[in-house]
């Protein structure tokens, strides 16, 4: 529509200012900011990466050196709190232009690796994950890793972002197993006492025998076996066994599902010399419930466990 402007006689009509349409589009005056923000410089964003991405790398490589049960179930969950933290700053930050789609990919993948560091630490605090090196390759076979690795790569590739910040190398499941009555720790089997032990579970065992504070023996059962100690000294031991699946030689435990528990009475292992004869103990112990049986057992703390 147009707008007309009034004159009176003798003075010149005054040009009509022009009138903004709905479909006019508006040109921003100089210095005036957009209603787009614009990206984030490149060195800005290397910047940001540098800072956020620092606790996930380091965090990974924590979780890699675990020890224990305890400090995985720990290290996982700061894992998991540092990759949700450097996906939360990044997804809120808008990249340089060029690289627009790596960086979401990478956010994406930032997030399902979050996810899986959650279900890992699930796993290891219902023991179905015992070892570092299990938990490393339950986060192989998911997506979150691989996809942090793959993104990141691409990012670095399009101008030196520094985003590969994820070193690990998951290892493939095993299942390891020691022969049946193989020793762990010989220790000393210089007396007379025997023990049997009877491992009819479902599981493969270790059982060590601990005499005060002193690990003397440990020694592997396969399960539906039997293994018989000779041999063993006088004393009083404690009986801890452990079961589970997949045994790390190295670590001295299962890597998956794990169990620690220990006989609640000690045995009493002694030799009784007379003049006519020489008599020791011999104690028989079954890891499975029997009928009539008179043994009991607890849990033991995995932190408490003689391994």
Not at 114 to 134: H, Q, Y
Not at 138 to 146: C, M
Not at 264 to 281: C, G, M, N, Q, Y
Request: charged share 25%.
């Amino acid at each position: 529509m147009s707008a007309l402007a009034a004159c009176s006689p003798g003075e010149k009509p005054v040009p009509p200012s022009p009138s903004a349409s709905a479909d006019a589009a508006a040109t921003p005056a100089p210095g005036a900011s957009s209603s787009v923000p614009p990206g984030t410089s490149p060195e800005e964003y290397r910047s940001t990466l540098t800072t956020a991405l620092g606790p996930v790398g380091s965090s990974l490589d924590a979780v890699a050196g675990s020890r224990s049960l305890k400090s995985l179930g720990k290290r996982l969950e700061q894992a998991e709190s540092a990759v949700g933290d450097a996906a939360e700053r990044l997804g809120g930050l808008t990249p340089p232009p060029e690289i627009g789609a790596e960086h979401s990919d990478y956010v994406a993948a930032l997030r399902g690796l979050g996810n899986d560091l959650g279900d890992a630490r699930e796993s290891v605090d219902g023991r179905r994950l015992c070892t570092a090196s299990a938990v490393l390759a339950e986060l192989g076979k998911a997506d979150g890793l691989g996809a942090v690795k793959s993104a990141g790569g691409h990012l670095a590739a399009k101008g030196d972002y520094p985003a590969d910040v994820v070193k690990l190398k998951a290892p493939k499941a095993l299942d390891r197993r020691l022969a049946n009555g193989a020793f762990i720790r010989s220790g000393s089997r210089s007396g007379r006492g025997q023990l049997t032990v009877d491992n009819g579970g479902g599981q493969d065992a270790v059982l060590t025998l601990v005499r005060g504070t002193k690990k003397v023996t440990s020694f592997y059962v396969r399960k539906g076996r039997k293994a018989t100690v000779n041999g063993v000294p006088d004393g009083t031991y404690k009986i801890f066994f452990t079961g589970g699946a997949d045994w790390d030689d190295r670590a001295r435990a299962f890597t998956r599902d794990c169990s620690f528990k220990r006989f609640e009475d000690s045995l009493r292992f002694r030799t009784i010399r007379t003049a006519t004869l020489i008599r020791w103990s011999t104690w028989k112990l079954t890891l499975q419930p029997v009928v009539g049986g008179n043994a009991r057992t607890s849990e033991v703390d995995p932190d408490d466990f003689p391994g």
